[in-house]
């Protein structure tokens, strides 16, 4: 009788054991297949009375804060660049065109950008274009109704520049990015980080004194001669409105 008993509860405690470890696989495959949604959804329900609590509240507001505060500065940053572009405009007088920049190709990037306005408007080849800021290129070309302006950045694009601190001349030249180069004719340019750089007072072929840029470079070990990389004052990158002034005066 004794013997009976114990083999009864030796069963029923394999078919519990076999129970307990089906359930468990069972689970354990419901998480693989479910890639834990349920076991995130079950916590996420336990956790729902004391969440938010003060700290996380506080966390959330913060975050809010700080996307707001970075909202309004990118919606100032735009309306200052807009007041810029307007300027143009209201500045503009006989001897300036305003026009839109219409175009622009991420190939030529660097290279050159096209305007609403052409011959029917007054522009010619070889005119000046600035931007808000400063000199940003040449017209190199035109149709009737538009115009191509050949940026500084262009690559191989060369015009005279002018340090007024050191009374130094130079060469400034496109290297296909933001920033071009300026080669100097001295073998001592005596150029520092932040000196200014315009067109030379002496130019016949640009308008003179026009701001082109600062100095953020300057090599003066470099052959045959030294140079400087210019930071220019108007980004061709962020450019929307140009103004062309006529006969390059």
Request: hydrophobic content about 40%.
């Given at each position: ?86 300027s143009l405009k209201e500045f503009n007088s006989n ?48 149709t009737p109704l538009t115009s191509r302006v050949r ?56 308008p003179p004194n026009l701001t082109i840029g600062i ?35």
């Amino acid at each position: 009788m004794i013997k009976a008993r114990g083999k009864i509860g030796f069963h029923t405690l394999l078919k519990s054991r076999f129970w307990v470890i089906f359930i468990f696989v069972v689970l354990l495959f419901g998480i693989r297949w479910t890639k834990g949604a349920g076991f995130i959804d079950l916590y996420s329900i336990l956790l729902k009375p004391i969440l938010p609590g003060s700290a996380q509240k506080e966390w959330i507001q913060e975050g809010e804060n700080i996307e707001r505060n970075i909202r309004l500065k990118l919606l100032e940053d735009d309306n200052t660049r807009l007041r810029k572009a307007l300027s143009l405009k209201e500045f503009n007088s006989n001897q300036r065109i305003s026009a839109a920049v219409i175009s622009r190709s991420s190939r030529n990037w660097w290279q050159q950008l096209e305007i609403n306005k052409g011959e029917k408007d007054g522009v010619l080849k070889g005119q000046t274009v600035i931007g808000p800021g400063g000199l940003i290129g040449l017209v190199d070309s035109t149709t009737p109704l538009t115009s191509r302006v050949r940026l500084l950045t262009d690559p191989g694009h060369q015009i005279g520049a002018w340090i007024d601190r050191t009374q130094r001349h130079g060469i400034l030249t496109g290297m296909g990015t933001n920033r071009p180069k300026l080669i100097f004719l001295n073998k001592n340019s005596l150029a520092e980080i932040g000196d200014a750089v315009t067109t030379s007072p002496a130019s016949t072929l640009l308008p003179p004194n026009l701001t082109i840029g600062i100095v953020q470079f300057v090599n003066e070990k470099a052959l045959p001669s030294p140079y400087a990389i210019v930071q220019l004052t108007a980004s061709p990158e962020a450019i929307d409105w140009v103004q062309i002034l006529k006969n390059n005066d």
